[in-house]
């Protein structure tokens, strides 16, 4: 026992040279060499004194190497994460997008039409309320509000909402 496994740690360099070779990879190499070394000890009453066991090793690497292949041709080949090249800039969630848009769509709007639609939407403010701030009357601020939103419907490409009444 003590000379298999002394035999089998002097063919470790061997393996892992002859690993990296087949795969590329140091990572990938040395994960093949201990499923290969501890496939040959738990299996060392498998082997047969014919040959060195060098050479049945060797065959064991390969045996793992080839089921490897098979297997991430079949299921797709992982990739390293340091493979894979980082985001210029980091990805932004669909209504982080949605509001930048936006806000690049108010900031075209004419000032009147702005104010108008920060203090009702942004403010919460009631028609009245918003009126009496800007200095005009309740029309013309109801005015510049439906202006607005119709702008922001066409720079957004947000379709108009449906009337809630259905006329007959």
Not at 85 to 103: C, D, K, N, V, Y
Not at 107 to 125: D, N
Not at 143 to 165: C, K, M, N, V, W
Request: net charge positive.
């Amino acid at each position: 026992m003590s000379d298999f496994l002394d035999e089998v740690e002097a063919c470790v360099p061997a393996l892992r040279r002859y690993a990296r070779a087949l795969t590329r990879n140091a990572d990938l190499a040395d994960d093949l060499v201990q499923d290969c070394l501890e496939r040959a000890i738990s299996r060392r009453r498998l082997f047969r004194p014919t040959g060195p066991v060098r050479a049945w090793l060797f065959t064991i690497l390969l045996n793992l190497h080839r089921n490897g292949l098979r297997a991430r041709h079949r299921h797709g080949e992982m990739l390293s994460l340091d493979a894979i090249a980082e985001p210029a800039t980091a990805a932004s969630q669909p209504g982080h997008i949605a509001l930048a848009e936006l806000a690049r769509a108010i900031e075209t709007l004419p000032l009147e039409q702005k104010e108008a639609l920060l203090l009702i939407a942004l403010e919460g403010l009631s028609y009245g309320e918003a009126a009496a701030i800007i200095g005009v009357p309740l029309g013309t601020l109801m005015s510049r509000l439906g202006r607005a939103r119709a702008a922001l419907r066409l720079l957004t490409g947000t379709p108009a909402e449906p009337h809630l009444r259905t006329v007959k």
